[in-house]
């Protein structure tokens, strides 16, 4: 049985990936969840052979996931490194970033709803419980992380699907040229949005390496 590990980006949960499940009925599927509406949950890693897929931030983090087991990492939405740098000028400028945090101090949920509704949900219904350390530890990390280091782990076993519409611009050019990619359009919320689509391409990456 084929078997994924998940992990969902900044301002969703596990539940992100339901509708993708749906298409790949027979495969196994393991969530992690960042707490960010709740208590996090960090299933382990399995013990058997498996592929990581990550969406937006979670692919970002997953880049350091190391376990021989893992076949390979699947970004759909995904990037390496959020935040503007000298040798990184497609990323989001610091200062956006800093002002995105300085508000979230004073309105999380005004600015967990705007950051969704940019995403390109309509009209954003937040679970009635935050979890306002996740979240702004979640934030901390996209201002500060770079995972670019990592992306030489990864040579032949990284994929990327992404939009030359998404709204997050960091996410336009995926995991870049260390990925095997797709570029389409779709917007930021691939899983949800297109999850017919996010199953095939899955299914076609994974069925390459059997």
């Known amino acids: 049985m084929t078997t994924l590990y998940y992990l969902h980006g900044w301002g969703y949960d596990a539940h992100f990936w339901e509708g993708l499940h749906a ?59 959020f935040t503007a740098a000298p040798d990184y000028p497609e990323g989001l400028p610091p200062r956006i970033m800093h002002r995105m945090i300085r508000q979230f101090e004073r309105q999380p949920a005004t600015v967990l709803r705007q ?30 992380v770079d995972h ?33 990619g797709v570029e389409r359009t779709g917007g930021h919320r691939l899983p949800l949005t297109h999850p017919q689509e996010c199953a095939a391409f899955l299914t076609r990456i994974i069925n390459a390496s059997l």
Do not use: K
């Not at 782990?153 to 040229?177: E, F, K, T």
């Open 23 to 81: 298409h790949l009925p027979s495969w196994r599927h393991i969530c992690a969840d960042a707490g960010y509406f709740g208590s996090p949950a960090h299933p382990p890693l399995p013990e058997v052979p498996f592929w990581a897929v990550g969406h937006s931030a979670g692919a970002c983090a997953l880049l350091a996931l190391r376990s021989p087991l893992c076949r390979g990492l699947i970004s759909l939405n995904g990037f390496a490194r």
């Open 148 to 180: 670019r280091d990592h992306l030489p782990y990864w040579q032949g076993r990284l994929y990327s699907l992404h939009c030359v519409d998404d709204p997050l611009i960091p996410a336009r050019s995926g995991m870049g040229a260390a990925a095997w």
């Open 115 to 144: 950051f969704r509704h940019m995403c390109g949900e309509p009209d954003p219904t937040l679970p009635s419980t935050l979890n306002l350390p996740a979240l702004t530890d979640g934030l901390t990390m996209l201002e500060t």
